[in-house]
């Protein structure tokens, strides 16, 4: 971290502590005029009434004229929107605050630092003598806080590790959890009991409430579980262990939660009451997976036929996802399970019928939503921690922290015993670790907390207390130091390596002839039944749910698609490099092109003679009108239109013109010419939809054009016979072409010769931008003659 | 245990079987449950019709070529002894049970595992998957869903990936190689068989 703002020199350095203290007086400024609001609110709205009460009653004996008012401040107008809004705000700036000082990220998690912030800010609020915004207990933060955090967690999650280890999930979230709450409510209720010279309050605590406590703080919580391993890298299959028992012990908790409220009352459960218990987890869990699939189902179905407006294709997705959730919360089934079902079901019929661009939407304003709630979530938490009513009891406190860390470590150690019996890749003793240290509670647990009732449950502070302790140790304690921890251990990171297309091949090789094997065996593993689940998705499901010609492409093809788009991508981001031979995707490979690599060993078969200054810059004049012409054919913007995607409607059509291509690249290849390959993978969609990285407007053409790598020809002398032969080829080929694809009318002469290489330059230069940009339809078909008529 | 032991006399060979391979007894009378009731006409070998019958393995992209895995070259039948041999690749590493150095490398460490999956891809058994032999591959597992130039294109990249002497095909140590990240002994076991 430091090296990386060293490097900025040393008025960066310079700039950086004006910048820092410009942003510590906006956060001030934020802060008193949070709190001012806050004040007004409350005291003139009595003053208000009876000024009005007042004008009415002299308005009706009076009628006098006052004067218009000019200027006006209505406060109360706008107060809670803009209180929102300021909230948001300070979250957002603390966000960046943070990233601006240069270590602190690296040691402290930024959730540690949030939470100051709102102790900070509740602090602040206490002093000026004002009522802290009632996020936490309310269902403000169930209804709208915590469904961004898992609905980008459950529509991003990695299918296939998840399954994978789904068994060694259910059982630590389930029967861990279970362990987890019978353990601390147990034993806290002998430790209360046994002490006779305690105050007399913690032998009032009964063994239901007890209970109840301990199943409200046995809870792994995802969002702080997210904050923290998002930062620490570790590899895949602890995340996912960790996180998927966070996500799925909702429905654990959900179903304890209610059952000990509301035996509470009643005083004792009795055994019908444990079996309902668990015929009720089995229907809260998966009810909840149940409405989760049904609305994902519906929206993908719904995504099928938006192809005419793509402007509100992500809104679908959101609303959906949304109305899983709350339709869950509404029987009181578990709302996370049912927002994950949604999210993981939807996905990859989702991404196959929608446009590139909605998806680089999705994908952002999930994050950016559930970034936005994370930082509310803790800051919420530190400020409801200075207001929320304590009530400190260090027996009760310390037990609970106590019992947390142990019953975790016994939990996670004894689970692992029995399920490694049934893992093929079992779990070593650092992953036990790893798993135990990083179970941390958080905000929900917390809310929990707050709603549960004062009348119902006295104790309800010393709850409160308790659970916030809790939560700071976890999340200070434990969040800081897993990071040096990891280090220290060794655990393995995660593989920052993308998948190459050869691990694709052989992973896809390796499952079937594991399938294969299963059958000779005879045995319904793991492998026969993602098979059948496979077949079945191919045969019917992706019929259904995604449109047009995409529902048969094979997941290879799309695979391989998106790495050639990114790399092509790359490259034009790069500038290419000018010596490299070719440039924009071709169908041979990519591989010729990576600029960050030292010119290729094998450049002699490959590599083609260079162009000369001139003609360097002839095929940029060309190529740059075109581009323009283009960017003038836009039709004006409209909101409620996009410009429709070329490459989406006109498939079939460009399909065949690359076929033509391709059969005239054969033809010439087998003349011993290397020719710059036509480019086949832009016209299919999923090449389109390939995720961009970086924002697509950002592609302007002009910085394309002017790092536009030279087209390299491989060409005999122009006056070898050969060459004569290739124009005639062009010309044949030419006369058999219906349409104007390729328009290649090489002309005669020798600048005729490096026309088809612009032809396919700048064809495939218009595609790559065309995928880029978005102009009309029509503009690729008229543009192609112009440059290539002699 | 008594009866276990006089079935597994029924079996020929079976404790040189459980020794080289490492399976249990329980495993290879399993085994040799299955094998008989593959085996249809009591032979006591298998031959190519029998595998075919599984209806699953028709249904297999690569199913003939798994078969024909079963089958040394030249030989048209298998018996148990090759069925349980060919079977023990697909046992998980972790339950090796300590060996000396002096006995050959058991069947399902990670290199024994590559070695087979890797004969799977090279049929002509030269030793290098040459970029026919992949595209055969590859058009079997797409199922005529792509066109010929998708095919060739992706056959093109995989090779230049893994292909590091630049002899356009990819040979036993390359194909290794570009396994490294994958997990061969989650991805090729069989939890049934461990």
New interface residues.
Partial sequence: MPSRTGSHSPTGIGKSLPERGLLLLMVLVLLEGSVIPLGAASSPDTGHQKNVDNHKAEGEKNHTKKAFPVLDLDYRHIQTPFEISLWVLLASVMKLGFHMIPRLPGIVPESCLLITVGLLVGGLIKLAGEKVPPVLDSQLFFLCLLPPIILDAGYFLPIRPFMENLGTILMFAVVGTLWNAFFIGGLLYAVCQIQPANPNELHQLEILPCLLFGSIISAVDPVAVLAVFEEIHINELLHILVFGESLLNDAVTVVLYHLFEEYSAAGTVTVLDGFLGIISFLVVSLGGILVGAIYGILAAFTSRFTSHTRVIEPLFVFVYSYMAYLSAEMFHLSGIMALIACGAVMRPYVEANISHKSHTTIKYFLKMWSSVSETLIFIFLGVATVDGPHHWNWTFVTVTVILCLVSRVIGVVGLTCVINKFRIVKLTTKDQFIVAYGGMRGAIAFSLGFLLKKEEFPMREMFLTAIITVIFFTVFVQGMTIKPLVELLAVKKKQEAKRSINEEIHTQFLDHLLTGIEDICGHYGHHHWKDKLNRFNKKYVKKCLIAGERSKEPQLIAFYHKMEMKQAIDLVESGGGVNLPSAVPSTVSMQNIQPKKPPPAKPVEKALPKMTKGREEEIRQILRSNLQKTRQRLRSYNRHTLVADPYEDGFSELLIKKQKMIALEKKIKDMNYYLTVPAAPPDSPTMCRARLASDPQSYSSKPAMDRVPTIQVDLASPQSPDSVNLMDEFRRADQQEEDQGLTMKAPSGQSGFNRPGEADRGREQQKLTRCLSDPGPSADEEEEEEPFLP | MGSKSSSLNKIPNAQELMQETGFSAAHILR?YE?FE??DVDQMGELRPED?GA?R??S?????DR?ISAFFSPGKETVDFASFVRI?AH?R?T?TNRTRDGAQPEPANSRTRKLKF?FQ??DQDRDGKISREELLQ??RT???M???E??L???A???I???DLD?DDAISFDEFRK??E???I??????????
């Fill in positions: 085994l299955r009731f593959l595998f599984i699953e393995l249904m297999n992209p690569i199913g798994i079977l697909f998980s972790e999956a799977l891809y591959v590859l597992m797409m199922e869903q792509v066109t130039e998708q060739q294109s992706i093109e990249r995989a230049q990936e893994a630049q570009s396994m990240k994958v997990d002994d989650h991805k090729m076991s069989i939890r049934f068989l461990s």
